[in-house]
């Protein structure tokens, strides 16, 4: 069976009715919510495929497993996935879906690890410079590492800038040696 396939159909279905109910948004929060769970608990992924549990007991976990309060949209969507006995692929549709979304609002997700939490100005600069670069808006994952001494690395579409003391003087230390 091909999870690829069978990923994009079920979150293409969902995206367009959820694109209709105008609740595209909300059910893409919900969708992060849920890959995070999939992602920190690995036994998750256990529970939703063991036959032991019952379809209620693993929409529960799912409902749980979000976090919040969830849309109707989406507990039917869970119900369906769960009737057709497909939930060991709801990591797939739920990051087929997130892929869906990105791509219909034009939205790339970007990295940045600083030394020390940088200021709105400095993340408007860099939001700013995606846009202006890929024509999309960035969706921006920030975290801080004490260990870059200083300055920050950025990814985005598979592109990285290192521009933390840490690599300079990782480069300094190598042409000394060199």
């Known amino acids: 069976m091909n999870e690829g396939r069978i990923s994009i159909r079920y979150a ?5 009715m959820a694109a209709e109910k105008k609740c595209e948004n909300e059910i893409y929060e ?7 769970a999939f992602f920190q608990v690995p036994e998750f992924s256990v529970a939703l495929s063991n036959p032991i549990y019952s379809k209620e ?6 409902l749980t497993a979000i976090g919040k309060e969830i849309s109707k949209e989406l507990r039917t969507f869970f119900e369906f996935v769960l009737e057709k006995g497909r ?10 879906y997130q892929d869906i979304y990105r791509k219909e609002k034009k939205l790339v997700v970007g990295e940045l690890v600083s ?4 200021n709105d100005k400095a993340l408007q600069k860099i939001t700013d ?7 999309q808006k960035l969706e921006l994952k920030t975290s ?6 200083g300055g920050f690395v950025f990814e985005v579409n598979n592109q990285r800038m290192d521009a933390s003391i840490k690599e300079e003087l990782k480069k300094i230390q190598a042409s000394m040696t060199a």
């Open 12 to 16: 293409q279905a969902l995206y367009a």
């Open 30 to 36: 919900q969708m992060l919510l849920l890959t995070q």
């Open 57 to 62: 007991q693993k929409l529960n976990l799912l």
């Open 87 to 96: 939930e060991e692929f709801l990591i797939f549709f739920s990051m087929s």
């Open 115 to 118: 030394a020390t939490k940088l």
């Open 129 to 135: 410079f995606v846009k202006a670069r890929y024509n």
């Open 144 to 149: 801080i590492n004490p260990d870059l001494i």
